[in-house]
């Protein structure tokens, strides 16, 4: 093998490193609330990621839009992006990215990481993914040693809120997709160790009912009863469950009601949607449209949705396949099974691939339980997967694997 390979073998003399950065930064609560466990993480990457040379910015993200529990909207601040260029006069430029958040906030009981067994760690965001930041950045450090680093740019963004959906952060992406020839998410791979080749994809909403209070002895015929308005909507939601192939709508929170001697004024209901393609996207906005619409000739009744579609579906077309094949030949080359599959989970790859930016949103470490306290790491895949990308990254360069975006 020439030369221009033995970085990759280098990796192996990091595996300790790699583990000891990943239980350092999953002891780091980054829930996408947290803000200041937020900035902890950002300054413990920053510093980790400095030595790579580029140019380094943390970036503030515009606060998010949230329906608060009394059905008002509000903001809600965000943590900051870490976003590295390096060399951006290069003739082929890649991305890569991965999420410094976790889905575990501060009270939620799984909080440090535990050595199950010498291949095993357990621990809050383990996976999903601040294994995937260590792969990435030990990926960068051996094409860095590489003797053709210089023959290919990279930009790195790590986000802090894509477990919610990156509504900050998604403008940074969309800017990177630009700039950019094709990318790299360092999302854990599915349990089985396959890649994910086609994504569904995601919207979220919040749908406000406010009826009229009244005393529930006294005045009952005078009150307009929220919730009971609300479940009709539900039912009517739900109800578009296993009509149209792959469509799904979790309806996964409803708050409101009180006191029992009180009709209740309020009902608010948040629910999930993941979806195959854009004729579903008009289907299930013109169902909330409708059912919205009629609860509000109701006497007494008022009702209005907020939120969205955030991510569109991720399809499997010619030049994600061709991408994930260079991804195998590369596992071939370093013993590793390299296959795909399809999932119902978003990432930002969805988003990447809509702003035009092909891209494999897999290229993290092997695990499983991701949002369980049972998430759990495959200690030997951060080596495997951060050779894995070193070795795509120096065969990019070297023009070994010739990329052109269409
Ligand atoms: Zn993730």
Redesign the pocket.
């Known amino acids: 093998m020439s030369n221009t390979f033995r970085p990759v073998d280098w990796i192996d003399s990091q595996a300790q490193r790699m583990l000891e950065l990943v239980e350092r930064w999953a002891n780091i609560n980054s829930a996408s609330d947290n803000v200041y466990g937020l900035g902890q993480m950002a300054t413990a990457l920053a510093d980790t990621f400095r030595p790579l040379g580029g140019q380094m910015k943390l970036i503030e993200l515009a606060p998010r839009q949230i329906i608060d529990s009394s059905g008002q909207v509000a903001q809600k601040p965000l943590g900051r992006a870490l976003s590295i260029i390096k060399r951006p006069d290069a003739p082929l430029r890649v991305f890569l990215g991965?999420?410094m958040d976790t889905v575990y906030r501060l009270d939620h009981p799984f909080q440090t990481t535990e050595r199950l067994d010498a291949s095993t760690l357990r621990g809050p965001g383990v996976a999903?993914?601040k294994s995937?930041i260590v792969v990435m950045l030990i990926a960068l450090e051996a094409l860095e040693r590489s003797n053709v680093a210089d023959l290919i740019g990279w930009e790195v963004l790590i986000n802090p809120d894509?477990?919610i959906g990156s509504p900050g952060s998604t403008p940074l992406l969309i800017q990177c997709a630009k700039r950019n020839h094709l990318g790299f998410v360092f999302?854990?791979t599915l349990a089985d160790g396959s890649l994910v080749g086609q994504r569904k994809g995601s919207g979220s909403f919040t749908i406000v009912v406010r009826g009229r209070s009244a005393h529930a002895g006294r005045e009952f015929h005078l009150g307009s009863n929220a919730i009971t308005a609300m479940a009709q909507l539900i039912t009517e939601l739900d109800g578009l469950n296993g009509r149209f192939e792959g469509l799904t709508i979790n309806i996964a929170c409803v708050e409101g009601g009180g006191p029992l001697n009180i009709v209740p004024d309020l009902a608010i209901c948040r629910l999930n949607v993941r979806h195959v393609d854009v004729q579903q996207e008009v289907t299930v906005q013109s169902k909330i449209d409708e059912v919205v619409r009629q609860l509000g000739e109701y006497n007494g009744i008022r009702a209005e949705w907020h939120g969205g579609f955030t991510a569109p579906p991720k399809p499997l077309d010619e030049t994600t396949r061709r991408l994930l094949e260079h991804v195998a030949d590369c596992g071939r080359e370093l013993g590793v099974d390299v296959t795909w599959r399809s999932t119902g989970g978003v990432?930002d790859g969805n988003r990447l691939t809509e702003a035009g930016l092909p891209n494999v949103d897999t290229m993290g470490a092997r695990g499983g339980d991701?949002h369980s306290p049972n998430e759990y790491l495959l200690i030997d895949s951060l080596t495997e997967r951060a050779k894995l990308t070193a070795l795509l990254l120096m065969k990019l360069a070297s023009g070994q694997v010739t990329w052109s975006r269409d």
Do not use: L, M, Q, T
């Open positions: 991965i999420h999903d993914a995937g894509e477990e999302e854990p990432c991701i």
